[in-house]
Each structure stands twice: as C-alpha cells, then as structure tokens.
C-alpha cells in the first residue's frame, strides 16, 4: 500500500514532468495543453502504437482538428 509520502512523491513528479513539457512550447501553447488530456487523446483518439511508429503525441483538439506534436513535422506518412 502506497504511502502518503510516495503519493507525494509521485504528485511532485508529474508537476515536474508537466513543468518540463510545457517550457519547451510558447506561452500561448503552454495555456493549451493538458498532459491529462494527452493520455486521454493516446486512449481514445489516437491510438498508443501509431504514436509510436509516427513519432507524434496528440496535444490538445480544438474544434474538430486535432494537434500534433511531430519529432519529424517533415515526414509525410505521419502527417497524412
């Protein structure tokens, strides 16, 4: 059974987590994402394994367009 201690542990280390994925986008981004929605769009939306072979992670949907987040914005497999 897991600790208040660890509950803690593991709270400060998504903040941290969350904290480091949004310093690497702009301000206006950052107010977009939602790590949480994230792993909600991997489960419903786009599925974990094409995440992978794509190199792509889901970052937030507006409106009926889905965001990217591309390690390659080049390739034109993962973007079609």
Known sequence: MASPLD???ASNLRHSVYQRI???????????????????????????EACLYYQV???????NQLHLGM???DDMAASD
Request: proline fraction near 8%; charge should be negative; hydrophobic fraction near 50%.
């Open 7 to 9: 509950n803690q542990r």
């Open 22 to 48: 949004l310093s690497q986008f702009q301000d206006d981004w950052a107010t977009r994402l939602n790590v949480d929605q994230m792993f909600v769009l991997i489960d419903g939306v786009l599925p974990f």
């Open 57 to 63: 992670l889901p970052l937030f949907l507006e409106g």
């Open 71 to 73: 390690v390659s914005p």
